[in-house]
């Protein structure tokens, strides 16, 4: 095999890999992967790679990528609903809330916020507040988590209403890769605007929430 070949495979695979959460963050998916792809197969050839062997190995390691990249969001969210135990509605609710709290319909921002919710369920104190106010086993749904008293001013004040259905934001798209991968971002509990200054929190884009764990 090509020398050339041997050193750079390795080094754009690994590139690769590093674009792919930039690809589904801004929905490229369709245009990029199938892109990349075509550089690799011209790059081997031109390099005289033409190895059975290895062709096989980068034909399975495309099909995984391009399968597990181009799935749509629909087929995702059929997938979050059960696996979340969520009606179509409640997912709904949850999906209006986060993009409502999160600053300047950031993607980051929006993760950070669904991710917020998802550390409640798995909380003991979040689980057992909420469980008292909704009753045993709401604690650990998202949808409970969402809507409980005293916690979202956006769902409180009904400000949350005016991003239900909507699914044409990059935030929307940040729900989704979140539930779908579980790919944690933080383990913060609490976050206030942006302006409201916390000590010790993290922020995750330049004028996102500030997360934090109350003490």
């Not at 993607?107 to 798995?122: E, F, G, H, L, Q």
Request: aromatic content about 14%.
């Amino acid at each position: 095999m090509n020398k050339l070949a041997i050193d750079v495979l390795p080094v754009i695979g690994g590139w690769i890999n590093k674009l792919k959460r930039k690809i589904l963050k801004y929905n490229l998916n369709y245009i990029i992967m199938p892109l990349l792809y075509l550089i690799i197969m011209t790059f081997m050839v031109n390099a005289e790679v033409i190895d059975t062997k290895v062709i096989d190995k980068l034909t399975v390691k495309k099909m995984d990528s391009y399968n597990e990249i181009v799935i749509t969001n629909d087929i995702k969210k059929k997938e979050i609903l059960k696996k979340y135990n969520l009606t179509d509605y409640e997912f709904n609710v949850v999906c209006a809330i986060t993009l409502a709290e999160a600053e300047y319909n950031s993607y980051d921002d929006a993760y950070a916020v669904i991710n917020t919710i998802y550390n409640r369920t798995k909380s003991n104190r979040w689980v057992k507040s909420v469980d008292n106010k909704f009753g045993a086993g709401k604690g650990t749904s998202l949808y409970y988590q969402a809507i409980s008293p005293k916690q979202f001013t956006v769902y409180a004040s009904g400000s949350y209403k005016k991003y239900m259905g909507v699914t044409d934001l990059v935030g929307y798209n940040a729900i989704i890769d979140f539930l779908y991968t579980e790919d944690i971002l933080h383990n913060y509990l609490s976050f206030r605007s942006n302006y409201v200054k916390v000590a010790g929190s993290e922020t995750f884009s330049a004028k996102g929430n500030n997360y934090f764990n109350e003490v």
